[in-house]
């Protein structure tokens, strides 16, 4: 044991209705890539938020460097360099990238040789040359409402550097990135490993823990089931052991029974807030019974598409039909009761209310309605009767069943919620946009499985996705999209992976 710069000991963690660690005991090595894999929920974030000094554990020990600590904060565990990347970034959108690298740690100068004053030049020209050594190019003075994703995540990592972090957690660090940009995050993540950072990468895609890591823990249900090693280990004894099942990678699509065109979206222009289009004269139909999948780069104009037929953005030219109906000046309340259900990109800004319960959010699209409400008056019973039966059925997981916060569940958790809720409502149209983006396998899994009933069901999906995998196994049609315009719409079975890829990078038919 005496290799290991990491050692939990016998961890148990308790929240209210839920034991998050069950007696927990993990070793990691310096030097190596240590991944901890289970379902949302499973107990990962929370092992790793006791490391970082977010949480303390109830029971249990935690080790590092063979000496035994207790931290009452993050700043305790950054005092042991130990650093961490949030699933959920921790920046200051008006601040800029080089002022949200240095904060609390500032490099201090003394003008007129007494006042105190933060050396803002000496900041930046440290994380240039920062960012430069580890292949983490950034502009220092750019503010972080201005960069992209990735760029924020970067900025994350840096903030871990600059704080001399030799323990580096990194909390789903995937989940919000593109195809591409996962491959240079996972070339970053090697190269610190090769620098002599010890690397805790906490996810639940195998497949980039067979790329990246060393060994691996798996969890399931706040308990340790093993620690494998990564390259002896199969993806699907992986996967098993991770929903404590077997898991199907076969997924049974029936053949398609086409009825009437649903959803008519016709000359489509969306201007963003500059009044620039990135939607330009987009035309497309979808039919009962009929998955339609948008395949594009991040940024082309796909989302910004959803969110006008979903009422969230106004249209500046086109029209949008649905069921035969011009619904392009309808309000989002009246769409809805037309018959559209939506999952948005953003499930925390626009899927749920954070600082609801789990049993209110699960009655947003139905508490006007009876049995939900007589008069004008809510029936909380009622209420909490929806939620208890979609927990269930959604295996949506929550400390406090429906009295639980949503603030509070994992990621993972809040998308099952709002899939269930826009499902119940049995809508002809059902918009996805990044469904299964921060799921576990087996959620995907069944979220496939879901789309798939709506669609044998007759619903007609929308499903915009990043993973061109999954794109290729759930369409009948697809739709690929660069620069705002739509390149090309052709049945699925006619595409290979090569062709929707060619597309995607903007070559057009001779």
């Known amino acids: ?292 999948a948008i395949a594009g780069v991040s940024g082309n104009g796909q989302t910004e598409i959803a969110d006008a037929v979903a009422g969230l953005v106004d249209t500046a030219e086109g029209n949008i039909l649905l069921n035969g109906k011009d619904i392009s000046d309808v309000s989002i309340r009246d769409r809805a009761g037309e018959g559209i259900s939506y999952i948005p990109e953003d499930r925390q800004k626009t899927g749920v209310v954070m600082d609801f319960s789990l049993a209110d959010n699960l009655a947003l699209r139905r508490y006007p309605k009876e049995p939900y409400s007589h008069h004008g008056i809510l029936d909380f019973g009622k209420i909490r009767e929806n939620a208890d039966s979609m927990i269930t059925r959604y295996d949506i997981r929550s400390g406090r069943g429906g009295e639980t916060i949503v603030r509070s569940m994992s990621g993972g958790n809040q998308q099952k919620a709002i899939i269930g809720r826009e499902i119940e409502e049995h809508s002809s149209l059902i918009i996805f946009v990044q469904p299964t983006r921060g799921l576990d396998i087996g959620a995907i899994e069944n979220v496939h499985k879901q789309i798939l009933a709506e669609r044998d069901r007759g619903a007609a999906i929308l499903l915009i996705s990043l993973e061109l995998s999954e794109v290729m196994e759930l369409a009948d049609t697809i739709g690929v999209i660069f620069g705002g315009e739509m390149l090309k719409i052709a049945p699925a079975e006619s595409l290979t992976r090569n062709d929707v890829g060619r597309y995607m990078m903007g070559v057009k038919d001779a």
Not at 62 to 84: C, E, P, Q, Y
Not at 173 to 192: C, F, G, H, R
Not at 205 to 218: L, N, S
């Open 1 to 292: 044991m005496n290799d290991y710069i990491v050692e939990m000991r016998h961890i148990t963690k308790r929240f209210p209705g839920i034991i998050a660690n069950d007696d927990v005991s993990i070793g990691i090595r310096k030097g190596e890539v240590f991944a901890l894999l289970g379902e949302n929920g499973a107990g990962k974030s929370t092992l790793m938020s006791m490391l970082f000094g977010m949480y303390t554990p109830d029971l249990g020990e935690i080790r590092i460097k063979g000496k035994t600590v207790r931290f009452r904060s993050s700043n305790d565990a950054a005092a042991l360099n130990i650093g961490m990347v949030h699933q959920h970034f921790k920046l200051v959108d008006n601040y800029t990238i080089a002022e949200n690298i240095v904060l609390g740690v500032e490099p201090m100068t003394r003008k007129l040789g007494f006042l105190p004053s933060v050396d803002m030049k000496r900041a930046n020209r440290e994380i240039a040359e920062l960012s430069k050594e580890y292949g983490l190019e950034v502009n220092p003075t750019d503010l972080i409402e201005n960069v992209p994703v990735y760029i924020r995540q970067r900025v994350e990592i840096l903030k871990m550097l600059y704080r001399k972090a030799e323990i580096m957690i990194f909390d789903e660090p995937t989940a919000v990135l593109t195809p591409s940009e996962i491959e240079y995050l996972l070339k970053i993540i090697d190269n610190l490993r090769s620098a002599g950072k010890t690397i805790i990468l906490i996810t639940h895609k195998i497949e980039e823990i067979k790329q990246i890591a060393d060994r691996c823990a798996i969890l399931c249900r706040g308990r340790l089931i093993d620690i494998m090693d990564v390259k002896t280990a199969s993806v699907q004894e992986m996967a098993n052991m991770m929903v404590g099942r077997e898991v199907d990678f076969n997924l049974h699509k029936n053949p398609p029974s086409f009825g009437e065109t649903v959803l008519e979206v016709r000359n489509l222009t969306v201007r963003n807030e500059h009044h620039f289009p990135v939607v330009k004269g987009v035309s497309f139909s979808i039919r009962a019974g009929e998955i339609f």
